[in-house]
């Protein structure tokens, strides 16, 4: 199975003396007591667990200079870790790597109300730092289901794309800046806060959605919309998933600037909702539904848009049925619906994750194709995600671990998406799961680029080993 773990690297092992290093460097914060790493250990889906003996949480960048400094010297192996929210088993050893996690790094630097540029510790969670900004009529350009575990530098790591991509785009153009600590040890100080600098390459580029295997991610600036003074919710049911498209088509079109999100899920992601979370579906029953969100700064304006847009919506049968949020805790209900859908699949058993780019015309396909293939294999394949990027979560579950199920899916699914010209993976990464699949989306000149990008920037590969980047580069 080409995402399980290949074998241990002659990496160095921790010793007496190596722990007395960091019980000084980090007294009372370098945790070796098995019961509190327990769950540092293991992913967020429980499916991925390693065996590190060391939990290292630095506040400050020093720390972490130091730390990876000692770390390479002695052929150590270093897992850095966010809020563990990774979907790819990027964020917990495979091994016995120390685990690096920036949850003591969590202060805000500074903020700027007049450009709206946050500069922050890696360590902050997203939805702390969406509190603080929201208190200064500010938001932050990305935001997922993930919110209150995750942490700015993991959402960097792995160039999160969310919710609110469609409007505000990627970190690859939100984020100014970012302070990043080699695996030597040197820190790289590109904290810039300007929108235009194009001296030289843009190195933090690099760092950005490379998985802690090329350097920790010590700080972050980041530019902010300003808090949009209307805020909208559709919940709409539709019988097709090419009048779902037709929907996202006169969508564009009609409420133009005030989109800030549009997207997915269906019948068979509601039932697991209803099932597992007790959530009630707020319309009729529908083969799909979509979640479109408005913000804007005029609500009368705002809300005549989204009127006409439902109204021609709804006479031309494009879609079944819908309810309108604009105040905070339904906006927050209906949201649930599409946010929670990861979640009530974890209550299924085992669950195969795919998280594909495709043509947007061609992402349903791949769900009813999948379904076809596997048959009664599967207990679930259901499809959603974020219809406006062109991107699917595919999601196939079964009772429990199951080989004959794995490959019946894969490579299946990973060629699907070559042939139609995809990304195996849209927004998550590819961790220790998918490393090995790089090949379906990418060639190999560019593969072995990144290798020879990552033997400059980590000739010891003590930095996140088996992960990103495949076994063999060839
Ligand atoms: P972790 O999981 O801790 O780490 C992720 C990767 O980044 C690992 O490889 C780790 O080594 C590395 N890393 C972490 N911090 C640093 C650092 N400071 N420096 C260097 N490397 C680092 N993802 C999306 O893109 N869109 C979504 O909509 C989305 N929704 C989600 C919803 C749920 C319920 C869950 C559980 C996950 C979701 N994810 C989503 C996946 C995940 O939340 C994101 O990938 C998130 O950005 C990870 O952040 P984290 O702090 O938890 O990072
Ligand atoms: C989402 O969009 O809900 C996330 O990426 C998580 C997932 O894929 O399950
Ligand atoms: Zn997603």
């Known amino acids: 199975n080409p995402g399980a773990a290949p074998p241990r690297l002659p990496f160095s092992r921790v010793t007496q003396e190596v722990l007395a290093f960091f019980r000084t460097l980090l007294p009372g914060r370098t945790i070796t007591d098995p019961d509190l790493l327990k769950s540092s250990n293991v992913d967020w889906l429980k499916t991925v667990e390693g065996n590190s003996e060391v939990l290292l949480r630095p506040k400050t960048t020093e720390e972490v200079s130091q730390i990876l400094r000692h770390c390479s010297e002695r052929n150590l192996a270093v897992c850095p870790q966010g809020g563990n929210t990774g979907l790819v088993g990027g964020s917990v050893p495979v091994f016995d790597e120390i685990i690096l996690s920036t949850s003591l790094m969590n202060q805000v630097i500074t903020f700027d109300n007049i450009s709206g540029i946050l500069t922050c510790q890696a360590g902050c969670v997203l939805e702390n730092l969406s509190n603080y900004l929201e208190e200064r009529d500010f938001i932050m350009p990305l935001d997922l289901g993930a919110k ?182 339904k906006i927050k209900a209906l949201w649930s619906l599409r946010e929670r859908v990861t979640e009530a699949l974890t209550h299924e ?77 849209a927004e998550h990464g590819l961790g220790l799961k998918k490393r090995n699949y790089i090949y379906y989306s990418k060639p190999s000149e560019a593969v072995a680029l990144m290798g020879s990008i990552k033997a400059m920037l980590d000739p010891k590969g003590i930095l996140n080993p088996y992960k990103t980047l495949p076994d063999n580069i060839h």
């Open 148 to 329: 209150g575990s995750c942490h700015i530098g993991g959402n960097v790591s792995t160039n999160a794309g969310g919710l609110r991509l469609l409007r505000y785009g990627s970190l690859r153009g939100t984020v100014l800046g970012l302070e990043v600590v080699l695996a030597d040890g040197r820190i790289l100080k590109c904290l810039a806060t300007l929108r235009k600098d194009n001296t030289g390459y843009d190195l933090k580029q690099l760092f950005i959605g490379s998985e802690g295997t090329l350097g920790v991610i010590t700080a972050v600036s980041i530019l902010c919309p300003r808090k949009p003074k209307a805020v909208n919710v559709a919940f709409l049911g539709c019988s097709s998933f090419q009048q779902l498209l037709e929907t996202f088509q006169y969508c564009r079109g009609m409420l133009g600037e005030i989109l800030s999100a549009f997207e997915f899920l269906d019948a068979s992601c509601m039932s697991l909702l209803e099932k597992h979370l007790k959530l009630t579906n707020p319309i009729t029953e529908s083969p799909f539904y979509i979640v479109i969100e408005t913000a804007g700064s005029n609500a009368t304006h705002d809300e005549e848009k989204l009127h006409q847009f439902l109204e021609e919506v709804m006479t031309s049968s494009l879609v079944t049925d819908g309810t309108v949020a604009t105040e905070a805790t």
């Open 349 to 425: 058993g085992y669950t195969y994750k795919y998280d594909i780019s495709l043509p947007v015309e061609k992402i349903y396909d791949l769900v009813q194709d999948m379904r076809g293939h596997l048959g009664d294999m599967a207990k679930n394949v259901v499809g959603y995600g974020h219809v406006g990027d062109g991107n699917l979560h595919l999601n196939i579950t079964s009772p429990s671990k199951d080989p004959a199920l794995l490959a019946a899916i894969e490579p299946y699914v990973y060629e699907w998406t070559s042939e139609w010209k995809g990304s195996i993976s």
